[in-house]
């Protein structure tokens, strides 16, 4: 069965970078995509980005656009989320999910069977 796990959290000041992964145990489809989510303490799950591992096709959500990328590299059966621009407001534990492809788009918001266990990120002086 796919199991995916994240890595890469931690404590960052204002202003910093993390580069997450999420590793996968097992088969994933070429007709598949990951997204990356979040949640933070009393808030709901937010969907950030994700990315087709046939095409390598992205989308992301406004609070991030232009300061996090998503990347893939499918031999290794790997999703990246690097995120610049840190702010206070990222901080959360952020997970990765297989979710829904239309048309050789993936859909952010819709996440499917498969979770990791999420990692946390810190963000504060």
């Known amino acids: 069965q796919l199991q995916l796990v994240e890595s890469g959290g931690g404590l960052v000041q204002p202003g910093g970078s993390l580069r997450l992964s999420c590793a996968a145990s097992g088969f994933i489809l070429d007709a598949s995509a990951i997204g990356w989510f979040r949640q933070a303490p009393g808030k709901e799950r937010e969907a950030i980005s994700c990315?087709?591992?046939?095409?390598?096709?992205?989308n992301y959500a406004d609070p991030v656009q232009g300061r996090f990328i998503i990347s893939r590299d499918n031999a290794k059966n790997t999703v990246y989320l690097q995120m610049n621009s840190l702010k206070p407001e990222d901080t959360a534990v952020y997970y990765c999910?297989?979710?829904?492809?239309?048309?050789?788009?993936?859909?952010?918001?819709?996440?499917?069977?498969?979770w990791g266990q999420g990692t946390q990120v810190t963000v504060s002086s």
């Open positions: 999910a297989t979710v829904l492809v239309l048309g050789g788009t993936c859909i952010p918001d819709l996440p499917t069977d498969y």
């Open positions: 990315i087709t591992m046939s095409g390598g096709r992205s």
